[in-house]
């Protein structure tokens, strides 16, 4: 259902003239786009949030961690994590 609030604006928008009308639409156009790729922002963050989970949940990614941290602990022993 349409609001009284956005029937007034239509109403308003009617007074306005042919070169008005065009800036607003393109105003307007603009913010919806701007808009959108806010909104796909948070689904690929979503999406990513998701994949990672899954990922730090995998055992054979789990498993290769641990062999990677295994590789660098005498590398981390250099003392260099102080710094």
Known sequence: MISPHLLEIERSIR???LEEQEWLLERI???VQEKKLVAYKFIDKKYMGEQLAAMA???DIQREITSINDEFTVTE???L???
Do not use: A, I, V
């Open 77 to 79: 022993m250099d003392g």
């Open 29 to 31: 156009k603009r913010q």
């Open 57 to 59: 949940s995998d055992l």
């Open 81 to 83: 994590e102080k710094l």
């Open 15 to 17: 007074t306005l003239s």
